[in-house]
């Protein structure tokens, strides 16, 4: 599994890898248990892939000449702040499931965090034959126990120029199947230059244009033959949709320029824990449970970029930074044609 491409990933099998020991123990507690924790627990992983996979959609506020053509490759990486390693684990918030030592509340990790030392609760269930039974549970941990601080993403993007001063953009990540994962990216967009509107010597070095994109992520995880829990078509799906509206200003000239934005970005993300999984003690109690919840969370949020970019003939490497939710820099290496 480690040879996954780790951004396209991380919410496809963080979850299902993190707890494969403990998958069985969580269901117990309850669906309405199970949903309540995993989605604190996916909530800022799933944000920073939102974020993440919407940088690098523009290098320049300039739009390029008609039938001009651009191509690129987007490399990013995307900052976790601590705030987003854990959150608060209330006990009253759960039905069958308390810790320990009895405490009222913990602050316990997210995916993009981890548990140390580890955390132990207690699921309680109710058997059929002998009542509420009781078992322990230690809460798995993330990919904070792997010492990653990032989430780094990398597409390809082009672009074309039907009219001068607009671009038409898309960029993608192909389809690929590992092991047993499937995963796929793509997103298409248009930015539109309003000073090319105007005479050029009103705003010469100039330029002003606006950016509308949107980006598609999905995956999906198929954990059946792992034997984590008795059952079958046992997997994790994830689908990311966002909207991302951009202001854009930089420079006009013809090697070096400055480019800054403010934007806004808003989606959706949903995550489906689906097939059959029979839930046991390993002794008398059995119950199957049938595609057990399904996670929404909405992103929403202003970000600020600020960059520079490098033009010798038809290539370009533009670097820049936007100030966000999580934060990232970015890096893209164009040819213009």
Known sequence: MKTIPFFLFLIIIVFPVQSQDNIDDL???????????SQDYLAPATEGLAYGINNGWFNHAKGQKQFGFEIGLIANTSFINDDKKTFEMRASDYENIRFLDNSTSKNVATAL???????????????????NQETELTLPTGIGSTGVNIIP??????AFSPFRGTQI???????????????GLYGVGIQQEFTAWLPRDKFFPVAISGL???????????????????GSN??????????????????????????????????????????????????????????????????????????ANVKLGFFSLNVDYTFAEFNSASLGLNFSF
């Open 234 to 307: 046992q997997q994790v799906q994830t689908d990311i949709n966002t909207f991302l509206f951009e202001l854009i200003g930089s420079t006009n000239f013809k090697v070096l320029n400055a480019y800054g934005a403010i934007g806004y970005l808003s989606g959706k993300s949903q995550t489906d824990l689906l097939g059959t999984y029979v839930v046991t003690d390993g002794l008398l109690y059995s119950e199957s449970i049938v595609d057990p919840f399904s996670i929404e969370e909405k992103v929403n949020g202003i970000r600020t970029t600020l960059g």
């Open 169 to 183: 953009k898309a960029r993608y990540f192909p389809k690929i199947e590992t092991e047993d994962v499937k995963t």
């Open 113 to 131: 965090g981890h548990n140390d030392p580890d955390i132990t609760v207690v699921i309680t269930y109710d058997d059929p034959i002998f009542g």
């Open 153 to 158: 993403a990398a597409f390809l993007q082009a």
């Open 27 to 37: 269901l117990a507690a309850g669906v309405n248990d199970a949903k309540r924790f």
């Open 212 to 230: 509308i994109a949107y980006t598609h992520l999905d995956g999906s995880y198929d954990f059946t033959d792992s034997n984590l829990v008795e």
